[in-house]
């Protein structure tokens, strides 16, 4: 089965961004892993403040549609700052 190139580019994309989370998360200074998991963080509050409200909804459904977004956007932050701490784990073990 062929790939097309738009999915090629976007698998490469995300491992790009996992393999500079790793980078990031292995360097010296161990702040520099957390500008993506807060980059990705700052993302998911704009997408909750970006909610269309109609004027239907009730306000159970607009605090279930709000907390929908903000947990699947916040799905990428969940994984980098998994990254994040597997390697600042494996970071103090090598330094002490």
Partial sequence: MIFPVNTLVFI????GIILLQIFLSKGGYKQLGLILPGFTFLL??????NVVVLPDDSIAERIIQVILIFLVWNIS???????YFACGNSFKRTKS
């Fill in 12 to 15: 490469l994309f995300l491992a």
């Fill in 77 to 83: 932050t969940i994984i980098l700052l998994g990254i």
């Fill in 44 to 49: 998911s509050i704009i997408a909750v403040l």
